[in-house]
Nanobody, 117 residues
Framework: VQLQASGGGLVQAGGSLTLSCAIS????????MAWYRQAPGKEREFVAG???????NYADSVKGRFTISRDNGKNTVYLQMSSLKPEDTAIYHC????????????WGQGTQVTVSS
């Protein structure tokens, strides 16, 4: 399975970005998916998740600012990010949802998001 995240970049605080994650080698239909991020010097953390039926959940730090969605036909997961803050700066990855991130052993390249103050 390949996970190709894209859409990152440099943005000013308060700005917006939309990330995409194209999955190949396996269908995402019916599978819970999620976005995670890893800031420099910090552990990877959960950002947002979406169930196979479209229910969503978010980390408290991004609730109300980020929106996760999926397009099963395109085998793609999205993350709309608004009101970005410098603390959102990280490499963002998508992967299947897992209660314990440590159980996820295969990661794509990720996409860098940098928010300037």
């Amino acid at each position: 399975v390949q996970l190709q995240a894209s859409g990152g970049g440099l943005v000013q605080a308060g700005g917006s970005l939309t990330l995409s994650c194209a999955i190949s080698g396996s269908t995402i239909r019916g599978r819970p998916m999620a976005w995670y991020r890893q800031a420099p010097g910090k552990e990877r953390e959960f950002v947002a998740g979406i169930s196979g039926t479209g229910s969503t959940n978010y980390a408290d730090s991004v609730k109300g600012r980020f929106t996760i969605s999926r397009d099963n036909g395109k085998n793609t997961v999205y993350l709309q990010m608004s009101s970005l803050k410098p603390e959102d700066t990280a490499i963002y990855h998508c992967n299947k949802f897992a209660l314990r991130i440590a159980t996820l052993t295969s990661w794509g390249q990720g996409t860098q998001v940098t928010v300037s103050s």
